[in-house]
């Protein structure tokens, strides 16, 4: 009896404490709450706040990058400068709405600038590169050696192709056989590079070798007329067919006529292909490189 007497005491002693511990942990829990959860809704309201103020600022970006964009259009502005000026201003937006976010978090936005200062000064000599193509990039807005649509030659590593963007930090070409090249800013601006469409006109010299046997002079008549006779040459311009030069093995005549540069190769092509066959009608030779041996006994 005693026993049992004693074991509902001590039961009786673990239920209590258990009760005890469990109404101490409530306690803890609601003073938790009480002194932490305020803080946690207002950084949840304002982490939502600025997830919208995000989104609505991108769509204001856009909206107003938009409006500058057709601003420079109607003033007429070049569309490499629209490109350069629109991906600058995009960085510049983001950047500025950025820090209104942050300063919505109570972030000290002068303790950031001077912080991002330092750091792109780090940035700078670290990423030297960088800022010299972007500094290309201003030059070549500047000086405007080429425009979006030219065709240039970028001498020193032999590429060319059509401007289809001036960007930041890079400029693209656009080959003729369809391959997209990417060239640094700071490269093209320190380099010589051939504008080949500057100009509304193209001077095409085509050199062909007679036989000495053949007729010069009608090997020139055939010339000047099958140029006399082309639509795309301009008839404005002065057209030549001259005896260059006297080789080893034929003489060598300069067709030399000037057409527009989107018509270059075409008439390049054409014409050469026409003096062959005009030559091969009329008997004239085209000589490939020989060699006269005379043996003496």
């Not at 020139?220 to 260059?244: A, F, P, S, T, W």
Request: glycine content about 6%.
């Amino acid at each position: 009896m005693r026993y049992l007497t004693a074991t509902a005491s001590e039961i009786s002693e673990n239920l209590q404490t258990e009760l005890n511990q469990v109404t101490e942990q409530i306690s803890k829990t609601q003073e938790y709450m009480d002194q932490y959860l305020p803080a946690v809704v207002s950084f949840g309201l304002r982490l939502l706040f600025a997830v919208i103020v995000f989104l609505a600022g991108s769509r204001l970006i856009k909206i107003l990058r938009k409006i500058i964009r057709r601003s420079m259009e109607r003033a007429g502005a070049d569309v490499g400068v629209m490109q350069f000026l629109d991906s600058l201003l995009k960085v510049i937006f983001y950047f500025v709405l950025i820090m209104l976010i942050a300063s919505g978090f109570g972030v000290d936005t002068t303790s950031v600038m001077a912080l991002v200062g330092s750091a792109g000064l780090t940035a700078g000599l670290a990423f030297q590169g960088s800022l010299s193509n972007f500094a290309g990039g201003v030059l070549l807005l500047l000086i405007k050696p080429f425009k979006v649509g030219d065709y240039i030659i970028y001498v020193a590593d032999n590429l060319e192709g059509t401007v289809t963007e001036v960007q930041m930090f890079y400029t693209t070409l656009l080959t003729a056989d369809n391959r997209r090249v990417v060239i640094p800013n700071g490269v093209l601006s320190n380099n010589s590079l051939v504008n080949v469409t500057a100009q509304d006109r193209r001077r095409l010299d085509i050199d062909v070798g007679i036989g000495y046997d053949s007729d010069l002079k009608l090997a020139k008549e055939l010339c000047e007329k099958l140029l006399n006779g082309e639509e795309k040459i301009l008839k404005e311009q002065e057209h030549l067919v001259v005896v260059d030069s006297l080789a080893d093995s034929a003489v060598m005549l300069k067709l030399r006529f000037w057409v527009r540069p989107e018509d270059y190769w075409t008439m390049k092509w054409k014409v050469t292909e026409d003096v062959k066959l005009l030559f091969d009608e009329h008997g004239i030779e085209i000589p490939f490189n020989q060699m006269d041996v005379n043996i003496r006994q």
